[in-house]
Structure formats: structure tokens, C-alpha cells
């Protein structure tokens, strides 16, 4: 984002905020997300406030703002929350007896936001002709909870990304005992798929396939096959969709439960959860830290470990992942028909890393 100018002054004030609805209500879903969303932005106008990213979530809002320096947080804050509190009374009355007056809970979330994300982000933006309909972004630092989201909402052909989610079902069953080192699963009629992988290779129809080995080929080889047979293992497509929803707070489309898609706001999540529970997760984290061979987000990238899973499938290439670096991070790009894709994902996450040293 650019300086901005008053009368006499070059400004640049850039803040992340986080604020909830009262009792942290799972409120924001359906028309009521869409008119929250459309409210702050028309408010953020009004008052010549840059709304740059943003993230209306079921039970909380991300913002991060450029805020002119004669507009203090507090007074913007008071503003935005009773401004939009009434306007949003306005369009939905039967909320109103629910929160007895107050729509937002009181207090919010602020931190000054560094440039480093936000101009490597709008630069590749402006330079390939980036939009919400062919390109998502996020990035999260776990220790300070910094989150910087570009288009978290839209949704994309998930490709193999959505195969760290699927990961997780086993992982949680190994942990519950369900399963164990030991657990196979069959290779049933119609599990084949070409692609990558070994799978197909070493097993035919009807062996018991060890659960370890198809982990390990789906996520590190991105084995089709393998992916194919743990699917059928939890009861098929449809059956995996609904499981995977668990790991977000998320309101999904009912699409979900029938495509292969995900956002930008849902695969922060499933990354959220696997940093964050490192006990049940390990084996995964380290399985996606040999996942591609050195490309996309670990394209050029010597520093750090950095654990992910690409997929690309018919146009749609993304990459997230958890960089190890000084600042841990986790990171995620989602491109549609972006010409040299995976060199845009590397170079983003090169940027970023680099503005670390």
C-alpha cells in the first residue's frame, strides 16, 4: 500500500484487529456475514479508512486497516462497532433481543502491522493482475498471532491440499486406537488412480495395504492411489468430506461435502490445528516436510525447514505450509489459471522469509 497524504503530512498507519460478536455468539453466517461484511465496508469509507484485507468468520473478525493518524483506535473502534451494531439491527430486528442492546462484545484486538507481508503480497497482486477470483492468500505468526489474509473466503479446487486434512482422521484414529503402526487398509476395485506414487506399483486389488506406507505415499508423494484407498477406509468420498469439517470453525458451503474444494480461511485452520497439537500431529508434520522435492514454497528456499503440501490439479496450483525460520510462520497461496504458478508461490514466501534476516 502506498503513503497517503493529509494537508501537510505522509502517513502510512496499518493495524490488525480482531473483535467478536457478544458471548463470542456463532453468529456470523448466512445474510448475517454477507451484511456485516458489506457494513464495514461502506463505515470504512466513510471515514477514509483503507479496509486492505479482511475475514468475517463464524464467531470473529479479522480487519486489517490503514487508519488516517487524526482517527485514534479507540474512537474508530467505538464507531465501527456502534454504527455497524445499528445498521445491522436495522436489516435483522430479531437480533436485537438476543443481545440486549450490544451486538459486539466489549474490547477488541490490536497490533500495528509490519509492511513487509502486505507489499510483497500487493506487489505480486498489481504486477500479474491478481483478483479474488484467481487468487487467495494467508499468513499467520503463531507466537504473536499476526494474520494477514487476502481473499481467505473464495473457494478453489482443492486439489492435493485437501489431503493434509485426511491425514489428520488417521492421525486422530491412531491416537484414539482406533488403528495403529500395524493397521492396513484393503486395495479395493476402483481405488486406482494414476498419478504419482508407488502404490499401484507394489499392491494389486485386494491386498491389505499397511496404513503407514499410504500415510506416507499421499503425503510425500502425493500418491493418488494411496489417497483413494484411506478414503475408502473412512467410507468414501462423502464420508471424508463431513469428517474433515471438524478441524474448523468455519461455515462451509454444502458444496463441501461433495467437491473437492477449500479456502484460504479453512486451510489456515487445519494448519492451526496441526502446529498447535504437535503431539498428535509430529509424524505428519515431518512426513510434509519431504513432501515436493524443493519446489513451490521451498523453491530456493536454504534457511529453514519448512513443512507443506502442494496441489495442482486443472489450473488450480496452491501451497500452504508451516516455515520454520526465526519467526515461525505458516504460510498459504491458492492461485486459478495464474500463469507460472508455482515461481509466484516461491517467490511470495521468498520475500517473506528473506524480510526476516
Not at 474508530?76 to 440486549?100: A, C, I, V
Not at 503440501?309 to 520454520?324: A, T, V
Request: net charge neutral.
Amino acid at each position: 500500500m502506498d503513503n497517503k497524504s493529509l494537508s501537510h503530512t505522509k502517513w502510512k498507519c496499518q493495524y490488525h484487529i480482531v473483535f467478536i460478536p457478544k458471548y463470542r455468539k456463532k453468529i456470523l453466517y448466512g445474510r448475517v456475514k454477507n451484511d456485516v461484511r458489506e457494513i464495514i465496508s461502506t463505515l470504512c469509507k466513510y471515514k477514509d479508512v483503507d479496509n486492505i484485507v479482511g475475514a468475517v468468520c463464524v464467531d470473529h473478525i479479522h480487519l486489517s486497516v490503514a487508519i488516517p493518524p487524526k482517527i485514534s483506535i479507540s474512537n474508530f473502534m467505538g464507531y465501527l462497532k456502534g454504527k455497524s451494531t445499528l445498521m445491522l439491527y436495522d436489516r435483522h430486528p430479531e437480533l436485537q433481543s438476543k443481545w440486549d442492546k450490544a451486538f459486539w462484545a466489549r474490547g477488541y484486538y490490536v497490533e500495528t502491522i509490519g509492511n513487509i507481508t502486505d507489499e510483497a503480497v500487493q506487489k505480486y497482486i498489481k504486477d500479474k493482475n491478481l483478483t479474488e477470483k484467481n487468487f487467495a492468500f494467508f499468513y499467520y505468526e503463531p507466537e504473536t498471532q499476526k494474520t494477514y489474509i487476502y481473499n481467505g473466503e473464495s473457494y478453489f479446487t482443492a486439489a492435493s491440499t485437501i489431503k493434509v486434512p485426511l491425514a489428520m482422521i488417521y492421525y486422530d484414529k491412531i491416537n484414539n486406537g482406533d488403528f495403529n503402526s500395524d493397521s492396513t487398509i484393503q486395495y479395493m476395485e476402483g481405488n486406482y488412480e494414476e498419478g504419482s506414487g508407488t502404490t499401484a506399483t507394489l499392491y494389486k486389488v485386494g491386498d491389505d495395504v499397511p496404513l503407514s506406507y499410504l500415510l506416507e505415499q499421499m503425503i510425500v508423494n502425493s500418491d493418488n492411489t494411496a489417497t483413494n484407498i484411506l478414503k475408502t477406509g473412512l467410507g468414501g468420498e462423502k464420508a471424508y468430506r463431513i469428517l474433515i469439517k471438524q478441524y474448523t470453525k468455519e461455515e462451509l458451503p454444502a458444496e463441501f461435502n461433495e467437491q473437492n474444494i477449500t479456502s484460504a480461511n479453512y486451510s489456515l485452520d487445519i494448519l492451526k490445528k496441526l502446529y498447535e497439537n504437535p503431539e498428535k500431529y509430529q509424524a505428519l508434520i515431518e512426513l510434509m516436510k519431504k513432501s515436493s522435492g524443493g519446489g513451490y514454497l521451498k523453491k530456493n528456499i536454504t534457511t529453514c525447514e519448512i513443512a507443506h503440501k502442494y496441489g495442482s490439479y486443472e489450473g488450480n496450483i496452491h501451497d500452504y505450509g508451516i516455515c520454520y525460520a526465526k519467526q515461525k510462520y505458516l504460510i498459504g497461496i491458492f492461485t486459478k489459471k495464474v500463469p507460472d504458478a508455482e515461481d509466484l508461490i516461491a517467490n511470495i514466501n521468498k520475500d517473506i522469509l528473506e524480510s526476516q534476516k
